[in-house]
């Protein structure tokens, strides 16, 4: 038969595992609770446990798997498979977690970023399965990505490529939560959305943000200028263009750089549609080179919550089969 991948998504609330045939068939898949609060020890047994209850309930011989990727949060070596100091599993200091979940499992573990592992869900099993060369985008409280060239993920001499959140969009510009300042990640996130809602509003702008909020903005959410612009909110609609151009701007620069068939954008903020897609395709295309911008095409992701799991089974089949 068919050879197996597990994925196991590894974050600080959740632990995601699924079990993936060589063909992209979902076998058995479940979510259970990190508990990283309980420490390592813990954090090992649930995935352990998790890892388990999928291969027992897909009847699946262990002899037809592969080995196993696992997306961890944080900075890692993806070559070496160590975890260093993810800031959502306390107490987590240079855990050799490749090593650790291989002796506990008998067959081979292979460590990757959690938003590479995402990218690579997308271009494995998602919106990207017919390009070669594409780049993702993760939309929420942050901005994630993740960069397919040629096929293989671009992970960097020390495994860092693919920050997309940290490009520089504008010179001496907000404080990142990185420590620099003008990143794409403090214009273009939620956070940064919520940002330019409350400079305005700061500045004295008419809207129904106030009301919604109840004069404090410290409570403004982006489901709240969301809501509004719905509604047709004035200012709420012009910070979603806002918004917009901001990640157009950082778009054009991966379009101009790596010249891709397909941007995927992902992550809570992508519920917006059109309204955020249009202006986000503008934007991006009138500040891009020509035939690259002609070339690409901006799209939603295809797999939900499910891309870190999937890509991480995704990483797994390719790094066994010794093709990354």
Not at 214 to 221: A, E, H, I, N, V
Request: glycine content about 16%; charged content about 20%; hydrophobic content about 40%.
């Amino acid at each position: 038969m068919n050879k197996v991948v597990l994925g196991i998504d590894l974050g600080g609330t959740g632990v995601k595992t699924a079990l993936v045939s060589e063909d992209k068939v979902i076998l058995a898949q479940e979510t259970r609770p990190t508990q990283a609060e309980q420490g390592l020890d813990v954090v090992l047994g649930n995935m352990l446990d998790s890892a388990e209850a999928v291969i027992a309930s897909s009847g699946i011989d262990r002899a037809n798997i592969l080995g196993a990727g696992i997306g961890a949060p944080g900075p890692s070596n993806w070559q070496e498979g160590i975890v260093y100091s993810p800031p959502n599993l306390p107490g987590w200091k240079d855990v050799p977690l490749a090593k650790l979940m291989a002796d506990r499992l008998g067959f081979s573990c292979f460590i990757e970023n959690d938003a590479n592992a995402a990218c690579y869900g997308e271009y494995w099993m998602g919106a990207g399965q017919d390009s070669t060369n594409m780049c993702v985008l993760t939309l929420g409280t942050g901005v994630g990505g993740g960069i397919v060239t040629h096929g293989k993920l671009l992970r960097g001499i020390d495994g860092t490529a693919g920050e997309i959140g940290h490009l520089k969009v504008l010179r001496d510009g907000r404080l990142c939560g990185c420590g620099a300042h003008g990143c794409l990640e403090s214009y273009g996130s939620v956070t940064g959305l919520t940002w330019t809602a409350r400079e305005g509003l700061e500045a004295g702008i008419q809207s129904t943000l106030t009301e919604a909020c109840k004069g404090d903005l410290s409570t403004l959410t982006g489901k709240m200028v969301s809501d509004a612009a719905v509604a047709g909110d004035a200012f709420a609609n012009e910070v979603l263009d806002e918004t917009a151009t901001w990640l157009g701007i950082g778009i054009s620069s991966l379009i101009n750089i790596f010249n891709p068939e397909k941007i995927v954008l992902c992550g809570g903020m992508i519920a917006a549609g059109e309204r955020l897609f249009k202006p986000i395709r503008e934007s991006a295309k009138a500040r891009s080179f020509p035939v690259p911008a002609e070339r690409v095409e901006i799209v939603a992701g295809a797999l939900g919550n499910d891309s870190g799991v999937l890509g991480c089974a995704g990483v797994a089949l390719e790094r066994a089969t010794g093709n990354s």
